[in-house]
């Protein structure tokens, strides 16, 4: 994002799952804030990024995005029968 009277923004952006704070980065060149998780559990999550604003561009939220995310199990119990041959 660059505005030609402003140039471009600085600072931070805040990425939360609901009211979990998950990082905070410093937008790169471009004014890009990237975040990368495989922790997230199973279940409906809710995700929000806060600007932290700066001289030239004010403090902004995003609007909260919704996601399911389907946990693929990291335990599998295996039940079965032993047969014994007498011999």
Avoid at 54 to 81: E, M, N, R, Y
Wanted: avoid cysteine.
């Amino acid at each position: 994002m660059t505005s030609a009277a402003n140039g471009t923004p600085t600072g931070t952006v805040t990425f939360m799952d609901d009211t979990t704070t998950l990082t905070t980065v410093t937008l790169d060149a471009s004014a890009i804030a990237t975040y990368t998780t495989s922790q997230l559990s199973g279940g409906t999550h809710t995700f929000t990024a806060s600007y932290s604003g700066d001289s030239a561009f004010a403090v902004t939220q995003s609007v909260p995005l919704s996601v399911t995310v389907t946990a693929i199990p990291t335990t599998v119990a295996i039940t079965g029968t032993t047969y014994i041959t007498a011999g």
